[in-house]
């Protein structure tokens, strides 16, 4: 997927106005629509420009925009990289947007802001709209959503952290500004990719003295350089020494809150066979499997003990070949 340059698509520079997006937008649709364009290329065109004023002429994408768009260039290979968006505060169900269809934009704006605009939380406003005492407006704040990004082990276990969100607006000349605000989040234990955190009136304020909107927080979860997290499995290796993949043993397994069990590793199992340990994955009211692939590890062939064992199995074992023994293996798996 190429990397789009709404700037560039516009003709505007990057710092424009609010104001000055809005008259390119108007200036290419007069010269671009299909119905009275005469250029060859008008309808596609004028999708382009449709895309790129959906995003550049809404703060709140067109800030996530900017964010994942530092430094590239028009055209470069481009895929948006995991919680790209983190951390940014949006009205309603998200930078998506509130019933907008995007279906005939581009991949590349679906990867960012999704295909129709729709977001995991509630939009919008809830609730009916009444008077209240007198005659006054009374209207329940709109709901706001963002997403997280948590550390596995937080995930696991249940935290308090806190979280600063980013909400995009713009400033009394039309340029796009982030304000900032801090929360001490409650994160339960076994909370999983995608799941929702709700904060009870942490959105926006409502009208009339009305209770505010709620905000909702899409837990993503940050790779580990150990584990991952399968929908309610979790997933990650076991190193074991040769002697124990071929003989069979007992090995211990350091789980992410520091807790351990023990894990029998069957006699002649190969790297790369996945052992699972039911009921002991991901934390929940019925707790995932715990899948762990068997990463065997070589002694280093520079102790001059191993180098010597190595020399007498070579010996001993003149007519073991890894690669028949390997094709026979993945012919019996098929």
């Avoid at 590349?108 to 005659?135: C, I, K, Q, S």
């Avoid at 762990?292 to 001059?304: C, E, H, Q, W």
């Avoid at 074992?317 to 390997?326: M, S, T």
Wanted: no cysteine; hydrophobic share 40%.
């Amino acid at each position: 997927m190429e990397f789009k340059d709404y700037y560039s698509v516009l003709g505007v520079p990057r710092d424009a106005t609010a104001d000055q997006i809005k008259k390119a937008f108007r200036q290419m649709a007069r010269k671009y629509h299909p119905d009275v364009s005469k250029e060859a290329d008008a309808s596609a065109r004028m999708s382009e420009i449709n895309e790129a004023n959906a995003v550049l002429s809404d703060p709140e994408r067109r800030a996530a925009y900017d964010a994942v768009g530092q430094g590239r260039r028009p055209g470069e290979a481009f895929t948006p990289p995991p919680g790209w968006d983190a951390g940014f505060e949006f009205s309603g169900a998200g930078a998506g947007g509130e019933g907008m269809d995007a279906g005939e934009f581009s991949d590349f704006f679906a990867e960012l802001f999704g295909r129709t605009g729709a977001g995991g939380a509630p939009r919008g406003r809830r609730g009916t709209r009444h008077d209240g005492a007198g005659g006054e407006f009374r209207l329940r704040g709109e709901d706001h959503h963002a997403k997280i990004m948590l550390d596995l082990v937080d995930a696991w276990r249940g935290a308090t952290r806190q979280i600063t969100l980013r909400s995009p607006g713009l400033d009394p000349q039309g340029h796009v500004v982030l304000s900032h605000r801090t929360l001490d989040v409650r994160i339960p234990a076994g909370v999983r990719p995608g799941q929702m955190i709700r904060l009870a009136g942490q959105g926006a304020p409502g009208v009339g003295g009305a209770p505010p909107g709620d905000l909702f927080l899409e837990v993503l979860i940050r790779d580990d350089a150990h584990w991952r997290v399968d929908g309610h499995n979790l997933v990650g290796e076991v190193p074991v020494a040769p002697w124990e993949a071929a003989l069979g043993a007992v090995v211990p397994v350091t789980l992410p809150d520091g807790s351990s069990l023990k894990l029998r590793v069957p006699a002649g199992a190969q790297g790369g066979r996945v052992l699972s340990v039911r009921g002991k994955g991901w934390p929940g009211a019925t707790p995932g499997d715990l899948e762990l692939a068997i990463r065997i590890v070589l002694p280093s062939a520079f102790d001059p003990r191993a180098k010597q064992l190595y020399e007498q199995m070579a010996q001993a074992l003149p007519d073991f070949d890894a690669r028949k023994v390997a094709a026979a293996e993945s012919a019996r798996q098929e």
